[in-house]
Each structure stands twice: as C-alpha cells, then as structure tokens.
C-alpha cells in the first residue's frame, strides 16, 4: 500500500499559485507564516491576544517550538488563576487558527491542485495521513471518489486520517459546560468566542462521542457565525484542532489516540511506500508511526528543492532503520503530480 503523507507545504502547491501569490490573504500559510499580516482577517472578535508577539517568535524559534515551551510551561506557574489564563490562551490560538485555515479552505473552487494526483490513485490501494487543518485535500477526494466525508467512519474507510483535526471536525460541549442559550446570544460572536477561547482547555478531556462532522463542502462552514448558528442547541462548539507542537498533546480528546492513530498505524504497517509531499517530518508523531512500517519501505520525499529534500529523507531515514531510499523529487509538488505513475 502506498501511504501519502501530507502537510502544510501539500496544501499551499494545491492552490492556484497566479491568484493566491505569496501576500494573498487567503494563501495556505505554512505553520511560521500563520501569524503574518496578511491573514489579520481571522482576528475576529472577541480573541485576545498579541499577534506581534506571536509573529516575532515564529521568526525567532519557530512557532511549534515557541508553543510547545509555553504548553509545558503552564504546570511550573504557581496559581490555578494563571494556569486557566494561558490554557485560555491557548483557546484563543486554537480558535485563529481554525478561522483562517476555514478561511483558506474555501478557496477549493481554485485549489483543485490534489485532484490529478488522486485521479491517478483511482484504482489503487492507498491511504492519506495528513497534518493539515484545511479541507482542500478532502473536498478533492470527495470530487474523485464521489463520498461525503460526512462521518468520523466516511474517514477511516477511506483510510483517510487527519492526525492534527481538521476545520470541519467539532466537538460539542462537555455535559458540565455552561449552556450558552442560543436565544440569548445568538447576534453576540464575540461572547460566544470568548466561551470557546475560556473553556477548550479548560476542563475535562473531551471524547470523539461529541465528535460532529460538517461535510467539507457544507454551506455551514461560510464564517464562523454560521458555524455557531449550526450548533444552535448548545450556542458554540469546539474546533478540533490540536495545537501546532512539536509533540502534539492528544489527552485533550481523550480517544483520539486509540481511534485515529491506531488507524495510522494499521495503515503503515501494510505499506510499501511512504511519501512525504509538502511536509518535512518535524512532528515527534511521525517517527513514532514509522516503526509501524516494515522492512525495506520506500521512503519518498516530495519537496521544493534537492537540498531540503535530501535533508529530510536523511534525518527521517536516520530514526526509522526499516525505510529505504526511494526517489526524492526536488521540483515541487506540481511537477511530482505530473511525472508521478
């Protein structure tokens, strides 16, 4: 089997590259981007927070490292007020960046750049592991395989898992949360954001029996507001979304692990070829889910330029002895979709 590993990279080549240039609000931002002027649009209201200081240390330490330090940190502060503080924060940033990846999501009619690659997959035995939060990869599936990806199994059967969540993937309120009466609330966003931001990491873990999937192409995933309105019964829902870390915290959905990389891992332990394309193997979990594959998996890297790839296959390669060299295309995701059979 051959098993597509997908990231941020992926999904920026998928995009109509003469309408979404690199200031484009509405480009598919790599994860040290996400703060970047360009996209202030998603800042909607009711989040507080300093993008500058976010931008900056991007730029500094790269985000997932800055994030990752300041997660762990949230158990050294010596209140329990601080530490509902920073893992509100922490909401603040989930709901961000859900808003401008839903944002980019929406440019599928001219980001059909995933479809000539699954065409040429039709009839065979593949599967997908993204670390994507946008669903440019999933409506371009749902076009060629004709499937909804309206249900958490619609996923799995395709062999289709999304290990970071996805912006069409929530979960709705914990039975102990407050009701947030639509009634009452319902001409109030900013309200309803700051209950989003407040109560994300702030409570229990949640499970994926809450879990609601919006079909991808779903009117209802319009803007943030008529997202709400869709969960009207309980007046605000939860993004899942797990943070950009450096090792992604998966207690927060406390079966997440056992359903969606249990499949990954049953994935991996069939494959014969392992692609990544657009995505450089930075994230602890991969590594992790390559011990899965078995001896002698074609590793392939699909990247922008011979160095970089070179790079990634060599640190890959050096944590996983059962991957061996398979070719490494340095021209981009578009000419690798081209030449690919």
Known sequence: MKIFVFGAGASQAAQNQTTYTNEHQERSPLANDLFNEQYQAALTEGLTFDVQECRDHAKSIGLEEWLTQRWRSIESLHTERARHSERSWFGNINLYIWNLLNTVSRTYP???????????LYDTEF????FNYDTLLDQSYQDIFRSTLSDKNKY??????KLHGSTNWFLKRRDG???FGYNRHQNDTS???????????NGSPMSLNKLEIIEPKHVTLANITTVMNYFQSDGYFYPLLFMPLTGKDYSVVSDFRDVMITKAEEMLSKATDVYFVGYRGGDDLIHELLKKVPANTNLHIVGRDYQSTEDIFNSTSSRNKNLIRGKLYDKGFTDFVETFK
Request: proline letters at 3%.
């Open 110 to 120: 001219n980001a059909q750049g995933y479809s000539p690659l699954l065409q040429k």
């Open 127 to 130: 599967g997908i592991i993204s």
């Open 156 to 161: 799995l059967d395709a062999n289709f898992v």
């Open 177 to 179: 949360d407050k009701d």
């Open 191 to 201: 309200s309803r954001v700051r209950e989003i931001a407040e109560n994300i990491y």
